[in-house]
């Protein structure tokens, strides 16, 4: 048999141990910052019917949906994001006391072009969290804390939470053009500003054939800028005649005094009328969340309210809010600005073999060094004492340990640090603390 | 449009908070020792190329395989091990140091009818650790040394580890019928002996048309018994003739002597010549765990050698040995053996919303208590406190904070324990330190 070529199917990625440490180690603050707020874990399948999956996307997605060669009935195919897989569950489960508060780590899957320099992948990871069963502004607020406190954590010092209200975009619809049928167009151009300017959004809606009177009030409300208050209070004004528009503001409202309450840094957060997002499901407050600096690399987080999604599932509408936080996104960004660890490897300790004299000796250091938590490797072969060091200098291990006939015969033992290249030769009885001291 | 009936694809599973905070923890235990023992995390792609993943398991194989319905000019499938996406790796990443240790915990995929009681699903986590890169004994000890770490950090008493080596039961092919090709049918026979018996694998050879001088000698081989140095010695007498017999005994007493010097219990692993193992690709040592006490549910664990895998996708042999841990197998022996702590929610502490006059002073304790590491839920409505306490009841959170106008004007809080349904008022600046040592 020939011999088979090694390669990875486009879009995907293998995680070597170096990228896995740090991937790790984004995933254990998310983790645990979402358990801090009261979340609980979940998982769910990869793959999921195709009914179920389909329910909410539309035409567009259904084309982005990878399915199974399976001929058992129903189509089966891979989940597309965590936000579908949730509804279900909770339809499923109603036993599920509410207020549901979940958070969900797991990769899905698109089958889309992949485009690597943009961060566009077949295979990624989503983490998502989300409450389901209130539709109080505080579960909101929540969402948007816990994103803070996870960016924050990290070490993200330039970021800021874009914030809108998928009902105040309503009311500009309303108000500008009495017309919900126009609400798709109207938004599209709206979340264009930052990127083509108030001409190109002028452009835009010509070319949308949005009456020339209803284009002039939209661009008058944008123009509408200055701190969260000014902003919301002139927009009361505007919206007056909307009382879905009165309503979301209403909303924005509870959740800024919420924030302010918190102690959220006032420049974290702001209220951003471009801000629309793609998802049609939206009912509510929407946010995301940017750097304000370098790199451009889109948004690392996303969400919103989400009251209906739900009763897709179950019949009865359930309010749901959360957020997604990009993994990859998070990881590329931290990659670009240096705020990684220099560390290729989670082993502190690599325990050298030096002879059949020595081996019994070598082999039980390394198992009372792992007995007091420290993470050791030792060498399989009675190689040169310079091949060992090379091993532990290519993978990054910073402290070698070695035991020949002489360290044995003065019950001492001596401990090389890999980085200065300094060796120093210690008491056999004083390895634990002095290693523990180096590596805790 | 009408209600999706919300469903799973049968023989995969949701793992809902309660299960998920079990999972967790054994998944911890594994990762702490993994990396305890120098291993680093690898992650691959659910995804892998058809030609990758079906070079290794033959017809049988393929067809459990599940292919995607992708039109990209290759074929793709969900990996169906983790064996081969190591084995990929290693021959696409060359640069990696060697010996490569690695562990990798992630879902695969099975097209197989599920049998949900035999604990056969058609998604399920494997949680795998091989060595590669080193042909010394001291990797598949050290293998053995960390399955059996887990197991006795996860408190389960009753395991053995069984241990045989390929290559003595290649040796006892050849001592017995000279006809390497009759190999996997002597295998299967004695494989079976645990469930047969004796009389059963005499019928079985019989069966498979093994003459009958070869099936008198195997049941002869069968027949040896005693602790591992007298197998050991006895097998070596009668399998003289077959050098590969010999050398697979070699292999295992490195292995036994490797054990003991690190002081693993005897009665924790033993030489089992009926351990055969289903897949054709290990080459020499093979291990098994199993509990040696109720619940009888097959192995914990089970892997070996395979020197020779890594060349169907490098073109060069190269040595490795390693295991693979179910998670899946794990959990449901822990549920069974009661072993699973009775915890239903990570969250420690409900901070209630009494009303408008406490509800920032509620806000304030609730994000105190999470800046000190305290998981923390907020209810979000005003519902009463009865309701409120439901609420913590049903998701098992143990204590339940309260801060009412009378709590508010002494400067005070209540606690109530929700196990024992006692109440108590303490001073508000003594809250922290009261909750830390009692969810401590």
Chains 1, 2 share one sequence.
Not at 205 to 227: M, T, Y
Not at 414 to 436: C, F, H, P, W
Request: hydrophobic share 35%.
């Amino acid at each position: 048999m020939g011999v088979i070529e090694p390669r990875v199917f486009k879009g995907t990625r293998d995680f070597l141990p170096e990228e896995m440490i740090h991937r790790d180690r984004i995933i254990d603050v998310m983790k645990s910052t979402f358990e801090t707020y009261g979340f609980e874990p979940l998982e769910t399948p990869a793959l999921e019917y195709w009914d179920i999956l389909t329910g909410k996307y539309g035409e567009e997605g259904e084309k982005l949906i990878y399915r199974l060669d399976y001929k058992g009935g129903h189509e089966v195919a891979l989940r597309y994001d965590l936000t579908v897989p949730l509804s279900r569950v909770i339809a499923l489960y109603p036993h599920l006391p509410k207020p549901f508060k979940r958070y969900q780590m797991q990769p899905v899957w698109r089958a889309d072009k992949p485009q690597l320099r943009q961060g566009r992948f077949r295979e990624f990871y989503q983490c998502d969290v989300d409450t389901v069963g209130s539709g109080s502004m505080l579960a909101d607020a929540e969402i948007i804390i816990v994103t803070h406190a996870i960016l924050s954590s990290l070490g993200f010092q330039t970021f800021r939470i874009r914030i809108n209200n998928r009902k105040v975009l309503a009311g500009i619809v309303e108000y500008t053009c009495g017309d919900q049928s126009r609400s798709a167009d109207i938004c599209r151009c709206i979340d264009k500003l930052d990127k083509i300017g108030m001409d190109g959004v002028k452009h835009e809606l010509e070319r949308c054939d949005i009456p020339d009177g209803s284009a002039q009030k939209v661009l008058k409300i944008l123009e509408i800028s200055g701190n969260n208050e000014t902003v919301l209070r002139d927009l009361e004004r505007e919206l007056s005649v909307s009382q879905m528009g009165l309503a979301g503001l209403s909303e924005l409202k509870e959740v800024f005094a919420f924030l302010q309450n918190n102690g959220l840094p006032q420049d974290r957060y702001t209220f951003d009328l471009h801000l629309a997002r793609g998802l049609d499901y939206y009912t509510g407050p929407i946010f995301e969340t940017v750097l304000t600096d370098q790199p451009h690399i889109g948004s690392l987080a996303g969400g919103g309210r989400y009251d209906e999604l739900i009763g897709l599932f179950s019949g009865i509408d359930e309010p749901a809010t959360g957020t997604t936080i990009g993994l990859d996104r998070i990881y590329t960004a931290m990659q670009q600005l240096n705020m990684l660890e220099n560390v290729k490897t989670k082993t502190q300790v690599l325990v050298t073999l030096f002879d059949d004299t020595t081996f019994k000796q070598s082999m039980s250091v390394a198992q009372e060094l792992r007995d007091n938590g420290i993470n050791t490797d030792t060498y399989f072969e009675q190689h040169s004492m310079k091949k060992q060091f090379t091993y532990a200098h290519k993978k990054g291990i910073p402290y070698v340990v070695i035991l020949g006939p002489d360290e044995c015969a003065k019950d001492e033992i001596s401990v090389k640090d890999m980085e200065s290249g300094e060796q120093k030769t210690i008491s056999r009885n004083a390895l634990i603390i002095y290693l523990q001291e180096l590596t805790g």
